[in-house]
């Protein structure tokens, strides 16, 4: 049974940085997708950037420039390296690892945002 958790969520100012981890316990495929989304109240959830076992990265244009996704393929972990944060970021962010028949997420971590 695959498992992702999320970690390196928290409260920081606007203008700062946060790190989010997220690593798979279990088997996963080698051909697959790890992403990030985020959610806020009674919205739907977000996407906010992908990356492909190849390498190829994907990013929504609200975090593109601040934002950077990478993985770490021996470890089953993909990073969300997030930078000039503002209350706009603020929300619940997500792991996901898809691919061809599967589709995993984690339990989501906090950041927020504010003076």
């Known amino acids: 049974q695959v498992q992702l958790v999320e970690s390196g969520g928290g409260l920081v100012q606007p203008g700062g940085s946060l790190r989010l981890s997220c690593a798979a316990s279990g088997s996963i495929f080698r051909s697959n997708v790890m992403g990030w989304y985020r959610q806020v109240p009674q919205k739907q959830r977000e996407f906010v950037a992908q990356i492909t076992s190849g390498g190829s990265t994907n990013y929504a244009d609200t975090v593109k420039g601040r934002f950077t996704i990478y993985r770490d393929g021996a470890r089953n972990a993909v990073y969300l390296q997030m930078n000039s944060l503002t209350p706009e970021d603020t929300a619940v962010y997500f792991c996901?690892?898809?691919?061809?028949?599967?589709?995993?997420w984690g339990q989501g971590t906090q950041v927020t945002v504010s003076s």
């Open positions: 996901r690892v898809n691919g061809v028949g599967f589709d995993h």
